[in-house]
Every structure is written in C-alpha cells, then in structure tokens.
C-alpha cells in the first residue's frame, strides 16, 4: 500500500535555530514529490522535486529529494515565529495521484 | 489574481440538516478538487474534476456525499443528511492543465455538525 510518512510528527523550535523535516514514501510509479506549508488556513504551495540532488531553495526554505532512498528533506534555516505552521508533503504518481502525509507541526519561539 | 474561493468560510449546523458547500476554481484552471481534512485522518481527498467532469469520486466517503461542476468556474459538495463525524476542515483547489500538481488551495470552509 502506497504510503507518505513524515517525521516528526511535531517540532518546537526558538527563533534563529534551523529545523530539518522530513518526509519518506512507498509509492509505485513516482512521479513527483510537493512540500507545502498550512499556516492557520490553505495549504500554500512551497516546492516540487522530481529529479534526486537538485536542491530547490527559496529564501530560508530549501529542499532535495532522494530518489534512491525514498525520501526528502525541507530544511528551514534561521527560523523566525512565521515559520510556524503545519509542512505538508505529497507525492505524486504517474497516474496522476497524489498522497499527502500527515504533516509536521513546527513551533518557533521568540 | 483571486485565489480559490470558497464559501461559507464557516458553517455550524445540526444533524440531519443538508450543508452545501461552494467552490470558485482560479480562472483558467481545469481541476478541481475536494478535500476534507481532520485531525485524525488529516488531508484526504475526496473528488477530482477535470474539464467539469468528475474523474475520480472514490474518496467520497459515502451516498450522503455528492459534488457537482456545472461550468468551470463553480463547484458545490454537498452532505445531506449530515452527521457529527462530518464534522471537518473542507479544501477546495485548482490546478492548471491535466496534471494534479501543484494544487492552489482555497481557504477552507470549518464545519461543525452538532
């Protein structure tokens, strides 16, 4: 059975420290794999990997994906209180499905 | 650009009523999708439309469950008759083209069934 697994489950954090997520799935076909961020309302769309050690970076925020091993990574480097939210991460398969998994809940403290 | 619109933002009703939810995809966009999100089960999809066409309603957790696109630019899920463990976060989004990804996400509408 196709699975999204993301560790840990919830993370508390003070301002400037750097946080790793974590994310590894079993899903036949892969296709793609999303990060998203849910602050207190929509999912926002952060990241798309397809393609293993090509790091995506955005600002504070960047992202690699393991092909091989069969997980990624979003890290957040010195981490501000608008950090805080839920990071989703999906994947997506070449039957145009997309699994999400349950998400890490990351707390910054000033 | 607007964003994914839904409607009502929050609903709070009792069992047995019919609740209807309402969905406007971004402009341009051919997919849409339902989804329901709860603390237990987290994000779970329930439907996916392409081109106002519903391709895929096996999340749908039940015939209590039916969602309709009768143009491009509408979307409704509704529950009749509801329950208290219908109780959730519902997501509408949007994609471009005929992929499912990326997905732009309305603001939810919270629901409570009393």
């Known amino acids: 059975e196709d699975k999204v697994v993301q560790s840990p489950l919830s993370l508390v954090v003070h301002e400037g420290d750097t946080v790793t997520l974590n994310c590894s799935y079993e899903v036949t076909n892969f296709r793609s794999l999303l990060w998203y961020k849910q602050e207190k309302k929509a999912p926002t769309f952060l990241f798309m990997l397809?393609?293993?050690?090509i790091e995506k970076k955005s600002g504070r925020l960047s992202s690699i994906l393991d092909k091989k091993e069969l997980f990624s990574i979003l890290n957040i480097t010195a981490t501000q209180t608008g950090d805080s939210a839920v990071y989703l991460c999906a994947v997506a398969d070449n039957n145009n499905d997309m699994r999400f998994g349950a998400g890490t809940r990351l707390t910054v403290k000033p | 650009d607007a964003g994914v619109i839904q409607s009502p933002r929050h609903e709070v009703t009792e069992m047995g009523q019919e609740v209807t939810l309402r969905c406007k995809p971004i402009s341009g966009h051919n997919s849409l999708f339902w989804y329901r999100q709860t603390m237990m089960r987290g994000l779970e999809l329930l439907i996916y439309?392409?081109?106002?066409?519903?391709?895929?309603d096996s999340g749908m957790p039940e015939d209590r469950f039916s969602a309709k696109m009768p143009n491009a630019s509408f979307s409704t899920l509704k529950i009749q008759p509801s329950e208290p463990r219908d109780s959730a976060v519902y997501f509408c989004a949007s994609s471009l083209g005929d992929k499912k990804w990326p997905q732009h996400f309305g603001d939810g509408t919270r629901l409570s069934i009393l």
């Open positions: 439309f392409n081109n106002n066409v519903p391709i895929d």
């Open positions: 397809t393609s293993s050690g």
